[in-house]
């Protein structure tokens, strides 16, 4: 017996039209954060702070023990955002500003992502596309902000004749 045809859904990020001012973007799943995490992205980053690679040092420091490199926690955050809002439809990153990392994040906490939409406008160089300006929020297992970022992005509008 033959198969029946199927719509093909392809996943991918939302048209510039797609982006709610209104709306509160909850991306899923979280992400718990290991030592490995970590030490690797600390140094393959080039980042010898001892606050994140160093235990023994770091149990005297005023947080008692390693933190997480904050330029991890800022990158998971925004990548959790990126399948659920992005993916496919981005054009090009055109910053990010306003970076607030208001409570350390520790080895085995776990990062959820939130997004809202601040600002949109249709681009002036680029008639097939338009800017987004995001706030990304990131919180730890117990509801507490550890980083706050705006982000600007240029995004695609939805092609003509596509659904």
């Known amino acids: 017996m033959p198969e029946p045809e199927r719509q093909v859904v ?23 954060v290991t030592e490995a995490d970590n030490v690797i992205f600390t ?21 008692g023990q390693r933190l997480v490199n904050s330029f991890f926690t800022l990158s998971t955050v925004v990548g959790l955002s990126v399948g659920h809002l992005m993916l496919g439809t981005t054009v090009a990153n055109l910053g990010f500003r306003d970076i607030q990392f208001p409570h350390p ?26 800017i987004v300006t995001l706030e990304h929020t990131g919180r730890n297992q117990d509801g507490v902000i550890v980083v706050v970022v705006n982000h600007s992005s240029m995004v695609l509008l939805r092609p003509v004749g596509s659904k």
């Open 10 to 32: 392809e996943q991918r990020g939302l048209w510039f039209e797609e982006f709610d001012i209104n709306a509160r973007y909850v991306h899923a799943p979280g992400r718990t």
């Open 105 to 130: 994040v520790y080895h085995g906490d776990t990062l959820y992502s939130e997004t809202v939409v601040v600002e949109k406008r249709p681009s002036k160089s680029r008639p097939e596309a338009g």
């Open 43 to 63: 140094t393959l980053t080039m980042n010898g702070q001892p606050l994140h690679l160093d235990a023994h040092w770091s149990a005297d420091q005023p947080f």
